[in-house]
């Protein structure tokens, strides 16, 4: 025997203390209905947590009745599915007494039982692997009624079979929350490394992860060597002075505006406009090899990972994106954008390389900016949230815009913290890699 049980119990075959009778296909060329003609057809598909539901209930006519009338359930009777969906036992509720059931269902017909007793003892793990065990796996998986007249059960006394569903019904409230809580806490488990992810992302570029210093050099003065080289790159011509191009330079620009979140006293706030190229060409060699990077090469979430192709400049220099070594990219279309799809390009082919239009291109001026600092801060929930808030376009064809990514409100740090706010995410992220 299986385990050990009280004296007062009994080992039996299920077909010992009950009878199995199968359901019926409704005849071949005819069809089920949904108006409600008295009589109900209930199919495994209505079978449902231990019970029939009746938001989708099927009716047959009165002549298909009359051909299958010997096949019904009774509110007296358990189901049982034998056929596609193996196993699933459940209740009559009273509304389907009489019912019609399909030949992809067995009801099972006994006497002085607990109905509900052999309800929970047949859902039983004991009991449905030897429903497992006893299922043909040839073709379409099906239970066969001697193999049910043969699965094993401990028989209880009636009085004990009444106690037991008592206790049962008496601790299924507290089951019930036990598994909602252990659900949450699943849910919590599976959520948790993105949200750590983002909480760290959001200490970082509010100079919450680091020390500021003494010693390091007021982000203000990267902002005038940043000023001077835009400045004079736009004299020699290599850059185009836009609409606005001075103010988004001067911090006390934005002393009237409501910041989104305090900075430090050496930090300030600055449009991303004013510290980056964006999208800058190139002029190359036409047959000079280069990247090619279209978006499904570009990894999303918080990592900085792509591939490439390799072309020649003169395939892909007219209707692409261009860029550079140790440019950051950003996809600008949903759902890409909200995905993370963001990376900086490192080993190309000889330094260049071009992509998809969907793509921002931003160039941080050499000993300014930290590029990891940008990249970190592009993935940012700040970032990507208030970038959604921007959409323009049609629905499924949204993006954001170049006046989103100029005009953002960018929290700069003195360069040597953001080498080491660089350095401390990372040191972070990589150990949550390792923990899920």
Not at 22 to 35: D, V
Not at 310 to 324: A, Q
Request: hydrophobic letters at 40%; proline letters at 4%.
């Amino acid at each position: 025997m299986p385990f050990e049980i009280p004296n007062s119990w009994e080992w039996v075959r299920l077909g010992d203390i009950l009878d199995v009778k199968g359901g019926k296909r409704i005849p071949a060329g005819l069809k089920l209905l949904r108006e409600d003609t008295g009589f109900k057809y209930i199919r495994v598909a209505d079978m449902k947590d231990g019970s029939i539901m009746d938001s989708d209930i099927h009716y047959i006519s009165e002549e298909i009745y009359q051909k299958i009338s010997n096949y019904t359930i009774s509110s007296n009777d358990l189901y049982i599915t034998c056929a596609g969906t193996i196993g699933k036992v459940g209740l009559v509720p009273e509304i389907f007494d009489g019912a019609n059931l399909t030949e992809n269902a067995n009801k099972l017909i006994f006497s002085y039982l607990n109905k509900k007793w052999l309800f929970y003892f047949l859902s039983s793990n004991f009991v449905q692997e030897q429903i497992k065990e006893a299922t043909t796996k040839v073709g379409q998986p099906k239970l066969a009624i001697k193999r049910i007249l043969e699965v094993r059960i401990p028989l209880i006394p009636l009085n004990e079979q009444h106690r037991i569903v008592a206790k049962i019904e008496e601790l299924l409230p507290f089951i019930d929350q036990y598994d909602q809580k252990e659900q949450a806490l699943t849910a919590l488990n599976k959520n948790f490394p993105e949200q750590l992810k983002k909480s760290i992302l959001q200490a970082a570029i509010q100079g919450k992860l680091t020390e500021q210093l003494d010693t390091d050099e007021p982000a203000i003065e990267l902002v005038k060597r940043i000023q001077t080289e835009k400045l004079r790159l736009i004299s020699e011509k290599k850059l185009k002075k836009t609409k606005g191009q001075m103010n988004i330079f001067d911090p006390d620009n934005l002393q009237n505006e409501n910041v989104p979140f305090e900075i430090p006293e050496n930090w300030v706030w600055v449009r991303l406009g004013a510290i980056i190229l964006l999208n800058p060409r190139n002029k190359l060699d036409d047959d000079l090899d280069v990247s090619f990077i279209p978006m499904n090469l570009i990894s999303d979430g918080y990592k900085n990972e792509h591939s490439f192709q390799k072309k020649k400049w003169k395939e892909i220099k007219s209707g692409f994106t261009h860029f550079s070594e140790n440019d950051l990219a950003i996809a600008k279309i949903t759902p890409c954008f909200e995905n993370r799809k963001s990376v900086i390009f490192q080993k190309l082919k000889n330094g260049f390389g071009a992509g998809t239009t969907e793509l921002f291109i931003l160039r941080a001026i050499k000993e300014t900016i930290n590029i990891r600092y940008l990249f970190w801060f592009v993935k940012s929930h700040y970032f990507i949230n208030n970038g959604v808030k921007s959409y323009t376009g049609t629905a499924g064809q949204q993006r954001i815009s170049s006046n989103y990514i100029n005009n953002c409100l960018f929290p700069l740090p003195p360069l040597s913290e953001q080498h080491r706010i660089v350095e401390k995410i990372e040191l972070l992220l990589n150990q949550i890699n390792h923990l899920s």
